[in-house]
């Protein structure tokens, strides 16, 4: 018998709120990381060169996609982070159980992520200004998006810095399951990134994954690949959180 009523949705709010306040760092972290994609940016994704009658024509192309790769990986290393014991054991601050923690981390992870996905796509939009600026060439050409388009991106760019955050989150549990994993995974992605690459330098599984999710044309297919896969991810993750023993 308690002597007050503790509501699920009371415990998360909480629990979201202090972790908002204790991993502030992560946003500061957001910020250095995507800096460092624009000074690396700053190069040119893509460079052409040619040279005919003595003229020559040097073609640099600028975009916010390494931003953007920054930005995911920001995201894939900081959910799993969160799932470290340290982290964790902040929770039992309050009175709380493995769903509210990670309710309140998948909270946190979504908000994460839709400041992520629109801050990068601000970033690669800033690069192309500071370049304008920065090349005096004479020849600059800049590229134009309507309000819709960038709205579009920003919405894009969310869902992939969501998925590799869930998919962070999954392997961060899957870690604190058995540190096994951490062996086991790490062996397999680099062993079949050495291993299994075929005559074209290509690994063939990582280029379906991504061809799977880049090249969809539809919006609505690539939100439904990204919604279902993030689900798998998460239920996942709850599921085998709640196998763990209290503290573990």
């Given amino acids: 018998m308690f002597l007050t009523d503790v509501k699920l949705f009371d415990i998360v709010k909480k629990q979201f709120v202090y972790k908002l306040k204790a991993f502030i760092s992560v ?59 340290a982290y964790r054991n902040d929770d039992f601050v309050f009175i709380a159980n493995r769903m509210s923690s990670n309710i309140s981390n998948m909270c946190f992870l979504l908000l994460a992520s839709f400041v992520g996905g629109i801050t990068a796509m601000l970033a690669g939009i800033l690069l ?55 062996v086991i995974i790490s062996a397999l992605f680099f062993g079949y990134a050495f291993l299994g690459i075929n005559k074209d330098g290509e690994a063939p599984l990582i280029v379906e994954i991504f061809t799977f999710y880049a090249m969809e044309s539809s919006f609505g297919f690539f939100l439904l690949k990204v919604i279902l896969a993030v689900c798998i991810f998460l239920f996942g993750s709850m599921f085998l959180s709640n196998k763990m023993e209290v503290r573990q």
């Fill in 27 to 85: 946003f500061s972290s957001l910020v250095i990381i995507q800096v460092i994609g624009m000074l690396l940016s700053m190069n040119g994704i893509s460079n052409y060169y040619t040279d005919f009658n003595g003229q020559s024509l040097n073609i640099s192309i600028y975009n916010g996609n390494l931003i953007i790769i920054f930005t995911m990986i920001w995201a894939f290393i900081s959910a799993i982070i969160m799932t470290t014991k």
């Fill in 128 to 182: 192309k200004v500071v370049m304008f600026f920065i090349v005096d060439e004479g020849n600059v050409m800049l590229t134009m998006i309507s309000f819709q388009e960038l709205l579009l991106g920003m919405i894009v760019s969310m869902l992939y810095v969501l998925l590799f955050a869930s998919l962070g989150y999954l392997i961060g549990i899957l870690v604190q399951v058995s540190k096994w994993f951490a």
